[in-house]
């Protein structure tokens, strides 16, 4: 479970997120969207502790990130946008480098597991430089999901794959969150929110604008047809709809 009561970061005089509260529950897929600049990317950088609100309190299934920080962070897993691998570490290796820091004692099947469901087992002993990004995104996926964490950060988690990777990459989110991990993706693939979420948060300047499911955000915005995708309530929230419908 994640819970964030009041979250908010400032730099200098700029308010980077203010004032956030929400949930996510065991076994929830939330999609966290909003425009550029919106405060997402600090968001989860607050959740895995990698920069300090200004003030806010985050739980990690059920243990303060603040105060009980190493308890929160074992509990967590978080695949950034960019992947940020070792240069002269195999793929393999990576994977043992991270047991190692877990504490994974049946790594080899675990590694054997995840790099057949991520279809990196015929680069094992393959370097970063040898990988495509999208090879760069499966493994830094397949060392978050190691020590089988039961929170998962996503930042744009299909950046650079193909067709066929994309669809191996939504099942294997939706099979962690059947399996009870409390899950949030960021992403501007609205499509992608739309197929995997149960709820959507919306920031927007650094505040939540709306959060809940597709049919109760539907119920707050008059006049639109029962077919309405994401995007159209994304822009229409946001302030960019082009029919002179857009949030005031």
């Known amino acids: 479970m994640i819970e964030i009561e009041g ?8 308010v980077a997120v203010s004032d956030l509260s929400f949930r996510v529950e065991a076994g929830e897929v939330l999609g966290l969207v909003g425009p550029n600049g919106a405060g997402k990317t600090t968001t989860l950088r607050c959740l895995t502790g990698i920069i300090p609100p200004a003030r806010g309190e985050i739980r990690i299934c059920g243990h303060s990130l603040c105060s009980d920080p190493v308890a929160a962070k074992r509990g967590l897993a978080f ?3 960019e992947p940020r691998l070792f240069d002269y570490l195999t793929v393999r290796e990576h994977l043992q480098f991270t047991a190692r820091i877990y504490g994974v004692h049946d790594f080899q099947a675990r590694a054997d597991a995840l790099l057949e469901e991520l279809e990196l087992k015929e680069k094992g002993n393959a370097l970063p430089a040898e990988l495509s990004r999208g090879m760069k995104q499966k493994l830094v996926i397949a060392c978050g999901l190691l020590h089988s964490p039961s929170v998962l950060l996503f930042d744009e988690p299909l950046t ?3 067709p066929i990777g994309i669809r191996r990459m939504k099942s294997t989110i939706l ?3 059947r399996e009870g991990a409390a899950i ?3 992403s501007h693939l609205l499509h992608l929110v739309e197929e995997l979420c149960d709820r959507v948060l919306i920031l927007n300047q650094g505040r939540k604008v709306i959060h809940g499911s597709l049919e109760e955000i539907q119920k707050t915005l008059p006049g639109l047809r029962a077919d ?3 995007e159209e309530m994304f822009l229409r929230i946001t302030g960019h709809a082009d029919d002179g419908t857009a949030m005031k």
């Open 184 to 186: 949030i993706i960021s």
């Open 7 to 14: 979250l908010t970061k400032i730099y200098g005089s700029y």
């Open 160 to 162: 650079g794959l193909d």
């Open 175 to 177: 099979k962690r969150g």
């Open 79 to 81: 695949m950034p946008d």
């Open 228 to 230: 309405t995708t994401l």
